[in-house]
């Protein structure tokens, strides 16, 4: 028998009174207007639904990546933020303890997705497209942190 495990809501606010559970399929992205992450559930692994809240850390399993490609391609033309780019996943807590790999974006460089951070630093680029884990946090709540296993 499976025991369910609880998520520690303390660390989560609320949109319009929208919660979230431990086992939820959501999508997470930087919001740059609240310095902290957007916490989006996800219809499907490809289907964006609304906001639920927003947290300053989580960690998700079993990791996927989704891209707007019509909001990316926005962005590269314009050069103005709009929300486009989700690491999709499992909910597993809203603790973002670092792991053992940095994952890396940035539209300004025309990546097309996420990438390993160092490997990308070597002049490498391979798009990541499955991870077991990702840690998503904020330091001191200015920029976005990410790590993966």
């Known amino acids: 028998m499976a025991v369910e495990k609880n998520l520690d809501l303390s660390k989560f606010v609320s949109r319009e009174g929208r919660t979230i559970q431990h086992g939820d399929l959501v999508g997470m992205h930087w919001n740059a207007h609240q310095d902290c992450y957007s916490i989006v559930s996800?219809?499907?692994?490809?289907?964006?639904?609304?906001?639920?809240?927003?947290?300053?850390?989580?960690?998700?399993?079993?990791?996927?990546?989704?891209?707007?490609?019509?909001?990316?391609?926005?962005?590269?033309?314009?050069?103005?933020?709009?929300?486009?780019?989700?690491?999709?996943?499992?909910?597993?807590?809203?603790?973002g303890d670092a792991l053992e790999k940095n994952l890396y974006y940035s539209p300004k460089q025309r990546l097309e997705s996420f990438v390993d951070k160092e490997v990308f630093k070597s002049g490498k680029v391979e798009y990541l497209e499955f991870m077991k884990s990702v840690s998503l946090n904020s330091h001191n709540n200015t920029y976005p942190v990410v790590t993966y296993k």
Not at 53 to 80: E, F, H, M, R
């Open 42 to 95: 996800m219809k499907s692994r490809n289907t964006v639904g609304l906001v639920l809240g927003y947290a300053d850390s989580a960690t998700l399993v079993d990791c996927t990546v989704k891209i707007d490609k019509s909001k990316q391609k926005k962005v590269w033309n314009t050069g103005t933020k709009d929300r486009h780019a989700f690491i999709v996943g499992r909910i597993e807590s809203l603790n």
